[in-house]
């Protein structure tokens, strides 16, 4: 699916990226987190965290609508492999969240993923963002790699604190739905998860031949995109914390 000159890049990604000129050598970490899934004939992201020493995957809700009970997804990390799993969905209390957990059967590998952040997300705050935009990905090895973007947080909307929006500046193609919102710890140079990522709100702009309207609209992100605060999803987990155990049952 993807050229060569996209399996070449990835060689980038998994060195060591930089911010406010720190070596932050833990973000290849959040990379091997992502996943390209699949429902339906939907398609987007998602990622395994841990809470409590027990593995879940979070995605965008819209990524998996109206997904039952022991559903089915696919899962790829693996150019040759896709896992097909049954999960069991977790609903976040406030239903205004564009974010729902998935309860995998077993655990998904011996890997121990990062745990969401405690904390806040902060006026300015740098942030990576994961995902397969248009369905592409890079390649190292035949493993899959999702695309990074990068902005900083614009703004946080808190008037409803069951479903806390995050509005990040940056431009991303349709794909990154359902990927991580991270944030780096100046502190100790960690990743932190800070959200889920949702999508963003276009303005449509007239399309003209010459000095004729032609009647079309150009849809354009204006740089401004948005998501849900991970909080709403570790609390539901912790009201069902049935996720299988990190360390093997």
């Known amino acids: ?27 290849p970490t959040v990379v091997k987190s992502v996943y390209w899934i699949q429902y339906a004939d939907k398609s987007g992201a998602a990622f395994a965290i841990e809470v ?20 089915q997804v696919g899962l790829f990390n693996s150019e040759a492999l896709k896992s097909v799993i049954q999960v069991t ?9 564009d974010l729902i957990v998935l309860v995998p059967p077993v655990r998904l590998n011996a890997t121990r993923y990062l745990p969401p ?7 300015g705050q740098e942030v990576f963002v994961f995902g397969f935009p248009m369905g592409y990905y890079t390649s190292v090895q035949k493993n899959i790699i999702p695309f990074v973007g990068k902005g ?25 739905s359902g990927g991580p919102i991270v944030s780096i710890d100046q502190r100790d140079n960690t990743p932190r998860i800070l959200g889920v990522v949702s999508g963003c709100d276009t303005e449509e702009y007239p399309v003209f031949n010459g000095a004729v309207d032609t009647g079309l609209r150009a849809r354009v992100n204006p740089g401004i995109m948005y998501g849900y605060s991970i909080e709403s999803a570790v609390a539901a987990i912790r009201k069902q914390p049935i996720g299988p155990l990190a360390k093997g049952e």
């Not at 699916?1 to 973000?27: F, I, K, Q, Y």
């Not at 952040?117 to 006026?123: F, G, P, Q, Y």
């Open 1 to 27: 699916m993807c050229g060569a000159w996209l399996a070449g890049c990835a060689v980038l990604l998994l060195l060591p990226l930089t911010t406010h000129g720190a070596d932050v050598a833990p973000l």
């Open 52 to 71: 409590d020493e027990r593995q879940y995957l979070i995605t965008a809700k819209h990524v998996v609508p109206g997904i039952p009970k022991d559903g």
């Open 89 to 97: 969905p977790i609903m976040c209390e406030d239903t205004n969240n």
């Open 117 to 123: 952040t405690e904390s806040s997300a902060a006026l």
């Open 152 to 176: 900083i947080i614009s703004a946080v909307d808190t008037r409803n604190p069951g479903a806390i929006k995050l509005f990040f500046h940056t431009t991303a193609a349709h794909g990154f």
